[in-house]
């Protein structure tokens, strides 16, 4: 058959393509062209940038900068193997060992993202008559690796205890393993996972603790040490997971835990095994992050200043920015409910009119209904800065019909 009569088997494709522009939840990416910074331009217009989890200004800071051109100069580009053949290098276990002895485990594993990190590691010690209970906000990479090990998912309503302990209870009898997980951060909403009632319930049912610390690694605890030392609850929980891709300004995700648990996902977490490690200027890089964070906590403490501002500043001008309708937030992600899908996605073009990026997210990376522009706070954020985004945030909600 000539390929000119062929039709094409991908045509289902633009109809629902279709469907998404019918709408008004369709996107394009936006493009960046310079760096990652709290000004920069996308698509060749300057704007202030709200939509970064660039959150301590590290994607382009000097130290981690001249780590990454040193070690391309000594090691070159790329590692050459997955890390069970050939690919692990010296440098990856150097930052293997900072991580752990900042986190103050044991051991750490190095992955190549904050997802492959979460799906990685669920998959690779549950199994079919396992059980994983689970908070309905968790991550898609939570999600993902649930799926992939079988194991059956009990989700429970978002940072619902009772419910989570009903779980719990009804699988008590059974002789499957139990893993109790949440995010730290919940990332579309801001809120902080309530970590000390789930140890309490995981160490009462003899369940395993894992938490996801993606938004709060660089932003929570002791120089950004994340939830686990927020709340102090070093010790309850057994799988730390944290990423390498947001205030720590690289890419990667790291798992920390007892010498047994990284030994055993070093044989046994599929992306691990199969999937090449990273360059060493993304090892040198996230080696120097974790120096920037002993070394200037005032990055975080103008994080926390900023973004004190910025929510205060948000409410006056009389947005929801959670706490009504969804979970409030407690972060520096703040989100600017706006609740219609294509309200929202109109509102985000708007802003970006007016030199303002904050991205729509709408139905299904939330829920339908709780459409939104999720703004991100950093430490590198001017005050005229903020002051500027607010200005077009009131324009924009008051030409929208938002703001009254
Ligand atoms: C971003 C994120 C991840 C994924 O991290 P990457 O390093 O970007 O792959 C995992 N979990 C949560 C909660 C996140 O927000």
Redesign the pocket.
């Known amino acids: 058959m000539s390929t000119a009569t062929r039709t094409n088997p991908l045509a289902f494709l633009t109809d629902q393509l279709n469907d998404l522009k019918a709408r008004g939840t369709h996107f394009k990416l936006r493009v960046l062209e310079d760096e990652q910074e709290p000004v920069c331009t996308f698509d060749g217009k300057k704007v202030i940038n709200l939509a970064s989890?660039n959150y301590l200004g590290l994607t382009t800071h000097p130290l981690l900068r001249e780590a990454a051109l040193e070690a391309t100069r000594k090691y070159g580009v790329g590692s050459g193997a997955v890390r069970t053949i050939a690919g692990t290098m010296k440098i990856h276990m150097e930052l293997e060992e900072k991580i752990a002895r900042f986190k103050n485990v044991e051991a750490c594993v190095v992955f190549q993202?904050?997802?492959?990190a979460?799906a990685g590691t669920v998959s690779a010690f549950l199994g079919k008559e396992d059980f994983i209970i689970s908070d309905a906000l968790n991550?898609a990479?939570?999600i993902d690796g649930a799926r992939l090990s079988r194991a059956k998912i009990l989700v429970f309503e978002h940072k619902n205890i009772a419910q989570a302990e009903e779980k719990l209870a009804s699988v008590n009898n059974e002789p499957g393993k139990k893993l109790l997980i949440t995010?730290g951060?919940?990332?579309m909403d801001g809120d902080i996972g309530p970590l000390p009632a789930l140890c309490d319930l995981a160490e009462k049912y003899g369940a395993i603790m894992m938490v996801?610390d993606?938004?709060s690694s660089g932003v929570l605890g002791r120089n950004g040490r994340g939830t686990i030392d927020h709340f102090n609850v070093h010790g309850r929980v057994d799988i730390q997971?944290g990423?390498?891709?947001?205030a720590i300004g690289a890419?990667?995700?790291y798992v920390c835990g007892t010498r047994d648990l990284i030994d055993f996902l070093y044989h046994r977490a599929r992306p691990f095994l199969f999937s090449t490690s990273h360059p060493p200027s993304v090892a040198a890089t996230c080696i120097a992050a974790f120096d920037v964070l002993e070394n200037e906590p005032e990055r975080i403490e103008k994080l926390w200043e900023n973004t004190r501002y910025w929510k205060k500043e948000l409410g006056l001008l009389g947005f929801d920015i959670g706490g009504k309708t969804t979970p409030a937030s407690e972060t520096p992600i703040t989100p600017i409910i706006l609740g219609d899908g294509k309200l929202t996605m109109e509102f985000s073009r708007e802003l970006f009119q007016e030199g303002v990026l904050g991205t729509g997210i709408a139905f299904p990376t939330v829920p339908e209904g709780k459409a939104r522009i999720r703004t991100i706070m950093t430490a590198t954020h001017t005050h005229d800065q903020l002051q500027q985004a607010l200005e077009k945030l009131k324009k924009v909600g008051k030409k929208m019909g938002v703001l009254a």
């Not at 990423?243 to 947001?246: A, P, R, V």
């Open positions: 989890n993202s904050g997802f492959t979460n991550h990479s939570i995010d951060v919940f990332s996801d993606a938004h997971v990423t390498l891709s947001k890419l990667g995700g």
